[in-house]
Antibody, heavy 117, light 107 residues
Framework: QVQLVQSGAEVKKPGSSVKISCKASGATFSSYTLSWVRQAPGQGLEWMGR????????NYAQKFQGRVTITADESTNTAYMELSGLKSDDTAVYYCTRTDSWDFDYWGQGTLVTVSS | SFMLTQPPSVSVAPGQTARITCGGNEGTNTVRWYQQRPGQAPLLVVY???DRRSGIPDRFSGSNSGNTATLTISRVEAGDEADYYCQVWDSSRDHAVFGGGTKLTVL
């Protein structure tokens, strides 16, 4: 059974950066794709980007280009999402999710990031 | 840009059938559906337009006419109350796209 465990909640100042981790277990980490999806309070799901660890390839939603970086450490089965230039409307729950044939079939528990001065 | 449109809300009495639609401005290719209960992560319920994920009750079914995909929940139960999202992969931009979500209320 695949499990994705994310790091804990964060409170950040506007203009700063946040880096969230997502540790995977139960499957071969490098053989699949990991995406990051966020959800602002009371809002819908928004895809941010993905990484294919085995190829070291990532791509990002245009909205986040230049502000988001997704990386993966195969030695620890952990993916990371770093978002810079934080603004108040970046306040959201951030999820990592395994992407299998373009389906998001396993999700982390979510990490709340609060951006506040 | 590619967009998916869902009704904001659908209400249905217990035991009745709920239908949640998902329209694409550039058609609806392979659609997935996710259920999200309050405070929980989304859960994949239907993939490839109509295939149920293992463990999902057969009361959940999906269909796709090419421009509109539909998630049908038969014999609705109180536990089905949740937000439901459709999703496709926009292959031209290599991006995932989600619909805005539909809140299913069981009366």
């Amino acid at each position: 059974q695949v499990q994705l465990v994310q790091s804990g909640a964060e409170v950040k100042k506007p203009g700063s950066s946040v880096k969230i981790s997502c540790k995977a277990s139960g499957a071969t980490f490098s053989s699949y794709t990991l995406s990051w999806v966020r959800q602002a309070p009371g809002q819908g799901l928004e895809w941010m980007g993905r990484i294919i660890p085995i190829f070291g390839v990532e791509n990002y939603a245009q909205k986040f280009q230049g502000r988001v970086t997704i990386t993966a450490d195969e030695s620890t089965n952990t993916a990371y999402m770093e978002l810079s230039g934080l603004k108040s409307d970046d306040t959201a729950v951030y999820y990592c999710t395994r992407t299998d044939s373009w389906d998001f079939d396993y999700w982390g528990q979510g990490t709340l990031v609060t951006v506040s001065s | 840009s590619f967009m998916l449109t869902q009704p904001p809300s659908v209400s249905v009495a217990p035991g009745q059938t709920a239908r949640i639609t998902c329209g694409g401005n550039e058609g609806t290719n392979t659609v997935r559906w996710y259920q999200q209960r309050p405070g929980q992560a989304p859960l994949l319920v239907v993939y490839d337009n109509r295939d149920r994920r293992s463990g999902i009750p057969d009361r959940f079914s999906g269909s796709n006419s090419g421009n509109t995909a539909t998630l049908t929940i038969s014999r609705v139960e109180a536990g089905d109350e949740a937000d439901y999202y459709c999703q496709v992969w926009d292959s031209s931009r290599d991006h995932a796209v989600f619909g805005g979500g539909t809140k299913l209320t069981v009366l």
